[in-house]
């Protein structure tokens, strides 16, 4: 089935410093979507991306949906502890019809630095 | 405004045992959905309703899962004979007009005994 490849898996993070985390698909995604989710809770929406190149940023956040519309890229500038987390990048495919189903990567843990 | 809500929020139960989990949408919200997610995974798609219409299942809803949304309001989830394999937090999410926006619960965390 479809998967979707997020890199770094895990990441250490100073507070003050900026993230960079992207995902990306071997096949052509309409719509990219950037969730956080903590732990014990459910995934929260941070950011939509509806077409190639779009630029979105929600507050210190920064998405962009790829050209090619086969990746996406999350930026957080100057972090804070509250940053941490598990940060999937989710998509609706373009083939088929299906209008529910979000295809979900495997998650970028973010924790901070010892 | 409140968020999509989830009952319980743990539940542990003996292998062949029965569950059913409840969600409550956002008001208004006219798609429901229903994930499952294992440890290290992200969330995987299970089935979707549009008001009290289920239309779309994915393979992983085995004939023990059913699905209902009797008024296209809440909707509960449940599992017949449970297994070990079905240790997992349940996720319901809720969606508007932009279908691809989908709104989370703090999900059910499922342990199976």
């Known amino acids: 089935g479809q998967q979707l490849n997020q890199s770094p898996q895990s990441m250490f993070i100073q507070e003050g410093e900026d993230v960079s985390m992207n995902c990306t698909s071997s096949?052509?995604?309409?719509?990219w979507l950037w969730y956080k989710q903590d732990p014990g809770e459910g995934p929260v929406l941070l950011i939509a991306?509806?077409?190639?190149?779009e630029l979105t940023s929600n507050g210190r956040l920064t998405a962009q949906f790829g050209i090619t519309r086969k990746d996406s890229f999350l930026n957080i500038s100057a972090s804070i502890p509250s940053d941490v987390g598990i940060y999937f990048c989710?998509?609706?495919?373009?083939?088929?019809?299906?209008?529910?189903?979000?295809?979900f990567g495997k998650g970028t843990k973010l924790s901070v630095k010892p | 405004d409140t968020g999509v809500s989830q009952d319980p929020r743990h539940k542990i139960t003996k292998r062949g045992q029965n569950v059913t989990f409840r969600c409550d949408p956002i008001?208004?919200?006219?798609?429901l959905y229903w994930y499952r997610q294992t440890l290290g995974q992200g969330p995987e798609f299970l089935t979707y309703?549009?008001?009290?219409?289920?239309?779309?299942k994915s393979r992983l809803l085995s004939d023990r899962f059913s699905a209902e949304r009797p008024k296209g309001s809440f909707s509960t989830l449940e599992i017949q004979r449970t297994e070990q394999g079905d240790s997992a937090m349940y996720l319901c999410?809720?969606?508007?007009?932009?279908?691809?926006?989908?709104?989370f619960g703090p999900g059910t965390r499922l342990t199976v005994t």
């Open positions: 989710a998509g609706q495919p373009n083939y088929g019809g299906s209008q529910g189903n979000l295809i």
């Open positions: 096949s052509i995604f309409n719509t």
């Open positions: 999410a809720s969606s508007l007009a932009r279908w691809y926006e989908q709104y």
């Open positions: 008001s208004e919200h006219n798609r």
């Open positions: 991306l509806y077409k190639a190149g």
């Open positions: 309703f549009q008001n009290e219409a289920q239309l779309e």
